[in-house]
């Protein structure tokens, strides 16, 4: 079957850094348009950043500059960089396979920006 995991998350400072990692298995990798989510306490799930099948990214505007999305697809593993952390990058993240629509999800790391 399909999974999804996520790993990398934790406590971190801010103006820190930390790598997520999401290892897949049960589909073709490379054929996906892979994307990281977060969801706040009290807050809708949004796209934090999207790498498609040929790695073009998008983010969106909060994390431009301080991270980066990248695929292996040796690996079956997409990674975020997340620099310079707020306390307001605060979440779950979710790891995200999207093909045609349709696609499936990890359960998700918690990242805890603070001092």
């Known amino acids: 079957q399909v999974q999804l995991v996520e790993s990398g998350g934790g406590l971190v400072q801010p103006?820190?850094?930390?790598?997520?990692?999401?290892?897949?298995?049960g589909i073709t990798f490379s054929m996906y348009?892979?994307?990281w989510y977060r969801q706040a306490p009290g807050k809708q799930r949004?796209?934090?950043?999207?790498i498609s099948r040929i790695s073009s990214t998008d983010y969106t505007d909060p994390v431009k500059g301080r991270f980066t999305i990248s695929r292996d697809n040796?690996?079956?593993?997409?990674y975020l960089q997340m620099n310079s952390l707020k306390p307001e990058d605060t979440a779950v993240y979710y790891c995200n396979a999207m093909l045609n629509?349709?696609?499936?999800?990890?359960?998700?790391t918690l990242v805890t920006v603070s001092s």
């Open 15 to 25: 103006g820190g850094s930390l790598r997520l990692s999401c290892a897949a298995s």
């Open 33 to 35: 348009t892979m994307g």
């Open 46 to 50: 949004e796209l934090v950043a999207s």
């Open 101 to 108: 629509g349709g696609g499936y999800w990890g359960k998700g």
């Open 74 to 78: 040796a690996k079956n593993t997409v």
